[in-house]
């Protein structure tokens, strides 16, 4: 099958819009949402706070018989102040089953006599808790706003490089034209998160910068092949509409992308089912953005170069054939 991705770059280039426009959405609605105040529902890695792990003693009879339920560990929260917490439930392996037997709850900064008696609280509505599994971490606030102004700064970096690196292999346009596509795909992950946090209540963490800078060494590992092949036909065929050039060089490298994207989206998704909590949103990240990465570097930054280079160069353009008159 041969694609023609230049015939409907107005259809790919609306399908991205419409993505993006939802994610900015989502963003600025966040913003002004009480409980999230900014783009992206942060996690403690971000604002500081307590997290709270606790899982129940199994060992003890009768202690696991009845299900965890959230309404109540909700409940049980809401009466010591801490309404606004996020709380999720833990899976634990007993036997061959995965069991829902434990509950992380992330909130506000707590001093030791407030964790004693939100514990004794929920020991006493779902059961005792096995003190050997039980895990509290704090984050300060400093933290993590270091951590986050060090991994926009590792994304500033990688764009400039990127972008001296495109240039020196190629020309300013085409690096100009990847970065582009980058910043793309950067906000079709980002725009979906918020959605995900805004509506799932999804946090994005430290892992999270790791993701997007990940995405973006894939995504322009998938364009600098195609635009190495176009450069490479550009040279044996000047003559040729720079439409043609930019099909055919697609076309050529289309089976590469795809099966290299199928291999690692393979990986991620065997991550994301049976990673655990820690990876699970790290790997779903990865999975949106390497999937965009793959549409960026086919779809947007090779019709972006045909866009340019018809209007900046005196290159031929392409004109459908037409059968002649009878």
């Known amino acids: 099958m041969r694609l023609d991705i230049n015939k409907a770059r107005g259809t790919w280039w609306t399908i991205s819009a419409v993505i993006i426009l939802a994610g900015i959405i989502s963003m600025v609605i966040s913003s002004f949402n009480p409980s999230i105040k900014a783009p992206l529902r942060p996690s403690l890695d971000f604002i500081g706070g307590t997290r709270l792990q606790f ?20 409940e049980v929260a809401k009466s010591q102040g801490l309404g606004d917490s996020s709380i999720q439930l833990i899976s634990e392996k007993i036997g061959n089953k995965n069991v829902e037997n434990g509950i ?54 990688s764009f400039i490089g990127i972008t001296i690196y495109m240039t020196f292999r190629f020309q300013l346009d085409y690096a100009l034209l990847a970065i582009v596509a980058l910043f793309h795909d ?26 997007l800078l990940t995405i973006t060494g894939f995504s322009v590992n998938d364009t600098v092949v195609i635009y190495d ?66 549409y960026s570097s086919i779809f947007i930054a090779s019709t972006l170069l ?15 054939v037409t059968s002649p008159e009878s």
């Open 104 to 157: 992380t709850i992330r909130t506000k900064n707590l001093e030791t006599e407030q964790r004693s008696n939100l514990q004794t609280a929920l020991t006493e509505k779902i059961g005792a808790f096995d003190p050997q599994k039980n895990q509290i971490d704090s984050v300060g606030a400093t933290l993590g706003k270091e951590l986050f102004t060090s991994g926009v700064l590792a994304l500033i970096v």
């Open 186 to 211: 950067i906000l079709v992950t980002t725009g979906i998160f918020s959605i995900l946090g805004l509506v799932f209540g999804i946090e994005v963490d430290s892992l999270f910068i790791v993701a």
């Open 55 to 74: 899982v129940r003693d199994c060992g003890q009879p009768g202690n696991c018989d009845q299900p965890i339920d959230i309404n109540l560990v909700r």
């Open 229 to 294: 092949r176009i450069r490479e036909t550009i040279k044996l065929h000047p003559e040729q509409p720079i439409a043609e050039v930019v099909d055919n060089a697609v076309n050529q490298t289309l089976s590469r992308s795809i099966n290299t994207t199928l291999t690692t989206l393979l990986t991620l998704t065997a991550i994301f089912l049976f990673g655990g909590e820690t990876l699970h949103y790290f790997s779903l990240a990865l999975i949106v953005g390497f999937l965009m990465g793959a």
């Open 306 to 320: 045909i866009w340019w280079r018809e209007r900046s160069q005196n290159y031929p353009v392409k004109t459908p």
